[in-house]
């Protein structure tokens, strides 16, 4: 099954069997679901059949009981070390290594997890896949882009605070350089597609966290592929290398490899329905493989970025992802 979040309280499920396409459908629904590298070549799902839900109306489930252990701080460290050598060499200006939380289910069913992400309310959006034993439920705050015949939404998406630093968050140098590296890329990728309009850099409240939030629309000169703008804008510079090139993916795929990320997480997960696509950027999750369980998080690094700093922003990330669901 699937599902994804379309409002405040609705949520599409998609039932499978799906049927894979390489190529979105001229209509009805399809699932988007592909890896951060974008290499499957059949990543559209459509389901056999589909219904939309009311997220209250979704049964309470109990929880499932979850060991949790520590992320490994050596192998961050490592990683750190390399990247911090290869933006002093010139190589990137950022990029977002990943740590994983790793857990064992001692008790309940995994698939729980799924109701309780698609009870989480706006402004995050509502996300899940599994497959038999396997899956992966979120509720992130990073929409990729929307698009509506020729009308595109974007955002810029990084800068990270606790809800009680905001007002530093606000006038904090490292981040706000960190943000604006994001949005004045994105806008530089977007400025051949038509007429943008960047409205203003915001902090967008999550509860126990802050982010700053730069919402970007452009109105296209002509229609372009779904496929084609997905290859064109991910991964964002909130979660992918700046620049990005051939070399600077194979880094970051490599040091996200070397730490265990799943291969989804930050990866596009969309949803084609109504003539309307919108694709998140999967993130505030938890992935699960049988009763072994990974909560992964990312943070930007950029040359004034320290090690203990980015370590305590992972935490707070993961953090806020079990606080979403009450574990």
């Not at 904090?172 to 590296?181: L, S």
């Not at 004034?304 to 606080?323: D, G, T």
Request: net charge negative.
């Amino acid at each position: 099954m699937a599902l994804f979040g379309l409002s405040e309280d609705r949520r599409l499920i998609g039932y499978g069997p799906f049927t894979r396409s390489a190529q979105c459908p001229a209509d009805g629904v399809a699932f988007y679901r592909n890896d951060f590298g974008l290499t499957a070549e059949q990543p559209w799902f459509i389901p056999q059949r589909w219904e939309i839900v009311n997220a209250a109306d979704l049964p309470a489930v109990p929880m499932p009981d979850i060991s949790w252990q520590a992320p490994d701080a050596a192998s961050f460290a490592q990683v750190f070390q390399d990247i911090s050598l290869a933006i002093r060499r010139g190589v990137f200006e950022k990029t977002v290594p990943v740590s994983v939380e790793h857990g064992q289910c001692m008790q309940g069913e995994m698939n729980a997890l799924i109701h309780a992400f698609a009870r989480v309310p706006s402004p995050k959006i509502s996300y899940a896949w599994m497959d038999g034993h396997e899956g992966f439920a979120g509720a992130t705050p990073e929409l990729l882009f929307a698009l509506e015949g020729l009308n595109l939404q974007t955002m810029a998406l990084a800068g990270t605070a606790r809800s009680e630093e905001r007002e530093i968050l606000a006038v904090d140098e490292k981040e706000i350089r960190e943000h604006e590296f994001v949005a004045q890329s994105l806008m530089a990728k977007l400025a051949d597609l038509g007429t943008l309009i960047r409205h203003e850099r915001s902090i967008l409240d999550l509860g126990p966290i802050v982010h700053f939030q730069t919402l970007i629309d452009v109105a296209l000169e002509q229609p372009i592929a779904i496929d084609a703008l997905l290859r064109k804008l991910h991964p964002t510079p909130a979660l992918g290398p700046l620049p990005r090139t051939k070399e600077t993916m194979e880094l970051l795929l490599g040091w996200r490899g070397a730490l265990g990320c799943p291969a989804e997480f930050g990866a596009p997960f969309g949803l084609w329905f109504e003539e309307k696509f919108r694709a998140v950027v999967a993130i505030r999750g938890i992935w699960w493989s049988g009763d072994q369980v990974l909560l992964p998080a990312g943070c930007g690094v950029i040359e004034p970025s320290r090690m203990v700093n980015e370590w305590r922003e992972l935490r707070l990330k993961r953090e806020a992802v079990k606080s979403a669901i009450g574990i």
